[in-house]
Structures are given as structure tokens and as C-alpha cells.
């Protein structure tokens, strides 16, 4: 099975038939993931999961699958999050009122407030682009009383991360970036994160073919140059932030400078942060 899997290109070939095999439930189905990854399908979708930030993320078929790389966004989204005061949620404090107010001394909702119960002031996060949610997932498992919102206009995409989202207690959106979001978080937003396509259309046939092929086009192209969406969420997002809040997007080491200069037309102080053990590439901007 592993020169198998050798010969069809996988670099970890025994620790990709070990996987195959003890996700299996018999040997006819250990021998068609087999069949399936030579045919180029991604492990992670055939597994069912990908890791990621220490983390196990559910991952459907067609799903974009979280990258390494895209754990720096991660780091500098929590690291953004200690420097910022959040504005009060009104969204939190409504369903706080909900969860007390009582008609003629009886409680109108049955159900106490999920615990942990947040503060009307919890961070509100939000991450565009979610794909199967594993961004947003990582940044709400490490840091506590977040209020976290991911949205994806695909409806795979959104399926998915509504299973992986729930776990830390966030909702998942579906639209067109700024469109799927609730509008009492306008001006709320303390942090928001964009892991936004940013592959030049022309580049798309010469990427892996297990990319190409297998994951939504929508979640690889990012127009002629790669950075559209980069200029749409830079361009929208200064409205959602509060002031002092941070925008960060994924972009890649020979597109950074380009995405900086799309920020900082947008009126954000930018830094572009680079990681060559993650090989990933994130650009920082701070709303005046």
C-alpha cells in the first residue's frame, strides 16, 4: 500500500497508509481511500478531518483544506485580541436580557445562559473566507468568551463549519463577505480575519492536482493578480471595526507588499508578519 501511494507522489507514504487504514472500517474501504488519494483526492477530505493548530477539523468532500501555513493568521489574530479593548456586544447584552428578564415573575426562557457565560464586552471576532471553519475554531479555543462569527458563501463550505464552529460556541454565516454578517456588530468588531483566495486565475492549472481538481475553484481564485478580494475586504472592512481594531489577511511572501499597499490605501497601519517555519505570510492592519 505505501509504495502505492509512494508511486502516485505522497511524500509520507507510511504515514499516509497507516491513516487511511485506522480510519477504515473494513478492507474493501481501506482499498478504495486507497484508490481515491492515487486518483489525487486530498487525504484530509478522505479521512474526514485535517489537524490544525492542534486541533482535529471535521472536513467534507469539496471543502478547502486548512493549511499550515494559515495557523500564522491564528497566532497574530490571538496575539492582535491581548491588545485591544473590545466594545461592548449589543448583540450580548440582548441575550443576557433574555436570558433574565421574567414576565409576571416567571422566567421567559426556560433555559439558563450557556455556560461560559460572557460579558457584554467579550471580543467579537469575525472571520471571512471560513472554508470548513478551522481558523476561527483555533482562535475561539484559545482565548475564552469570544464572540465569533465565520462566514463562506459557499454552502459546503458553511455546512462544515457550522460542525466544527459549534464547538466553541461561535455561528456560522452564509453570503458574500460583509453581506452574511449581522448588522448590530457594525463598528463592534474588534478582530477580523480574511484567509480571502488569493491565486492569480492563470496559476490555478499548475497547482497540485490534489487542489486543483478536488477543492472549489471559488475558495483558489483570486482574479488576474490574486489580491480582488483582498481589495473588497480591505475596502468594507473599516465600517465593522471599532476603532483601534485589526484586519488581518493571508497573503502570500511575493503578493505581501501588494496586499499592504491595498490596506493601507484602505487607512490601516499595516506590518506584514512572515513565518518560514509555517511558510505562511499575514499582513496586519490596525483601524486609525
Known sequence: MADRLRSAGCVFAEEEARL????????????????????????E????????A????????????PRRRTELLVNEAVA?????????SPLLRARLHEGTK?????????????????SVS??????????SGAAGTAIASRVAGLELYAADIDPAAVACARRNVARVGGEVLQGDLFDALPSAIKGQV???TANAPYVPTAEIATMPREARDYEPTLSLDGGADGLDLHRRVAAGAGEWLHPGGYLLI?????????????????????RTVRSDELDGTVVVGRAR
Open 20 to 43: 487511511l487504514v485506522e480510519a477504515a472500517s473494513c478492507p474493501a474501504n481501506v482499498a478504495a481511500a486507497v484508490e481515491r488519494r492515487i486518483a489525487g483526492y486530498p487525504l
Open 45 to 52: 477530505q478522505i479521512l474526514g478531518w485535517a489537524e490544525f
Open 54 to 65: 492542534g486541533l482535529r477539523i471535521e472536513l467534507d468532500p469539496g471543502v478547502f483544506v
Open 80 to 88: 492582535a485580541l491581548a491588545k485591544v479593548q473590545p466594545k461592548e
Open 102 to 118: 421574567a414576565d409576571d415573575g416567571a422566567r421567559v426562557h426556560e433555559d439558563p445562559v450557556p455556560e461560559p457565560v460572557r
Open 122 to 131: 467579550a471580543a467579537v471576532v469575525v472571520d471571512l473566507c471560513c472554508g
Open 190 to 192: 474588534s478582530v477580523l
Open 250 to 270: 493571508e497573503t502570500s511572501e511575493r503578493q505581501a507588499g501588494h496586499t499592504a499597499s491595498i490596506m493601507a490605501s484602505a487607512g490601516f497601519k499595516v
